[in-house]
């Protein structure tokens, strides 16, 4: 009895122990299709190190679960180890094929008995070509079995990806699989045309219309079709065969992509910056969570990406929904057709997260929801725009309708005024015609004030200053001559103080008269304050003209003139300087000419004189002279001693030298030396040009100083008959210094 108790209780421990196993798949020849995940057995490798040897130890063995039907596990950090045991009845095919349905696992190896003992590893999933880890062209992961038989053989299967670790086994007669491709191939290829045939339909609308709008619906559907091309399997198979799946074409960024650019394309359509703020800053938001996710996988944190990924139900899911429900309850049309489409995607994606987590498993049903929808939303959404379009037509056709209205008012409203400004205008344009033409007047009578004597009318000093330097511009291009003659009247004041001040102003204007009849028609002449006159002549005889005018101009000024009954007379001084003889500006030019006049009224006045007649020089000529290497203070005591008749004597010109010599030496030539070295820098510091204008007329008086002691030296010499040249005993056959000097003061 007891024997028999503990024959049963045996019976019931092994019974127990075989159920909690799972137990070997048995094939039939209506197998083919069969979902394996009932049958399999999990293993979660926690620490990420066990090997395929490592899982005969019983151990492991004793720590494979049943799944009980899942498919996914969700995301996970660990790799997860399958294990399945497959055999058939004597009637089932011996060659199978087994289906892995997850496409976008990142990592897939499958273990297979080799028959003698060992393991053969096949591996698969994102980081291996599409080419290199299939043993038939199908979308999904699928490997020819080791032969089959009647005893059972286990393979094992370890698949990890952090963003959702899924795994849906079929097993398959190839037949059968190759049918379902097609039909596969032909249900998603109308999705897949239909879906391209509008991204190109509003392509070309974007061309043409260039709106912002359809420029992210474009992007939002290219990159939606390459997303459901990467989820179905045919992106890898057509797209990128050759290659591992991109980082930018895996399932974390391609969703990534996709949604950032939707987002931008619901704050388009929705107009969402305007109408609904707080969702417009959400889609912001959602635009930066997508892009850390795409920063993220590219640093392979595929785990951390599909998280923030997840916290998009917080940003874009309630933006989107909230604004498309607001802009359709306040009239938008467009916002409807959006909500149907965004719904459909929502919902699809939902199913998605479910299988990514794990919470539904992988199904025949749920496998063609996400490109459907799509599909719809693209359709949606391509209707959506078309009636936004529509929609601003009717906005614009009717704000034209208003503007057109708004400006036939405001044109008839112009038209009304306008025969009323034009009125205005044209008195207004009379009046500020009078008025300009008022103004011209005065400005004519201010000009001529400014430039002329009011009791003379003729031109003042301020326009012969100006007519005097465009002169001697003229002349230096032309290399002309002007002359300038300073014209004084002598002893006017007595006509003033006898005859009275009408009496004077009578006399100035008869000479001004008559001044303006002796000269030239290109010449002029001026009143320059008082009863000073000057004249300008230019030409190339300016100094024959000057010479002649200035003895027309004694002769006929000194006619008298009659005021009532008594006969007024008045003589003038004339002095005279040249150009470029005695200056080169006007400066300069008037006081030559002023020394002129000052040593015609020392000799007595009622005369004219030419600078340097009676050999005084210019500023010019003393410059050109020492230029030229003479002591400019021997020549001029030559050219007075000469002037006098005074015989060149060998012992008087030994006087002249030794007595100059020292003095130029010791006095003026320090002093000159001083001046021209502080040239450059004086032009830059102006408290040293000061003092350079004072070294200038020490100079200057050093000059005359030995000037008047070489006179003095020889104001007792005996006038007699001339014999021999001072000027050229002096100068050293100098032909430059002579030449200077006798043009300077009009020497023989």
Known sequence: MLQRFALVLALLLGLSTTGLAAASVVLTDASSGMPLNAHIELLEDDQ???A?????APEQQSRFQPANGRASVGQSLNPWWIKLTLQRDMYAPAYWVLEVGSVTQLDLQLYLPDGQGGWQLRQSGERVAFSENRDHPYRRMVFDLPTLGEQPKTLYLRAFDPAGNSFPLRVWQLEDLTQLATRENLALGAIYGVVFALLLYNLFILISLRDKAYFWYVLTTAFALLFIMSMTGHGA????????VP???DRITLPSLWGLFASRFTQTLLQTRVYVRWAHHLLNMACVIYLIAIVLTLFDQRYLAAWAIALLSLTSIPAALGSAVIRWRQGFFPAQLYLYGYGLVLGSVAILLLRTTGV??????????????VAAESILFSFALAYRIQILKQERAVALQQADREKTARLAQLQASADELQAAVTARTAELAATNEQLRDRERELQHAAFHDSLTELPNRRYLVERSESALANAERHKESVALLLIDLDHFKQINDRFGHAAGDLMLQVVAKRLREHVRAGDAVARLGGDEFAALICGSDAESQAREIAERLLAELSEPVHYGAERLRVTISIGVALYPLHARNFTGLYKAADMALYRVKELGRSDSRVHGDDGELSEQACLELQDA??????????????GRGVRCLDERLRALTELAGPWQREVV???????????????????????REQIRKLELQAERVLLERLQTLAENWPDDEVQGDWLLALAGDNSAALQVLRGAIHLP
């Open 360 to 373: 539904l498993q992988p199904a025949e049903w749920n496998a063609y929801v996400f490109p459907l929808a």
């Open 629 to 642: 290497g003479c002591d400019v203070c021997l020549l001029l005591t030559a050219a007075w001693l000469q």
């Open 247 to 249: 980082a930018w074409l």
């Open 52 to 56: 395929i040897d490592d899982l005969a």
């Open 237 to 244: 198979q057509y797209l990128w065969p050759n290659h591992p």
């Open 669 to 691: 030539s320090p002093l000159r030396q001083t001046r021209r070295h502080w040239r450059t820098a004086a032009g830059q510091d102006a408290q040293l040009a000061a003092l």
């Open 48 to 50: 990420g190190t066990l």
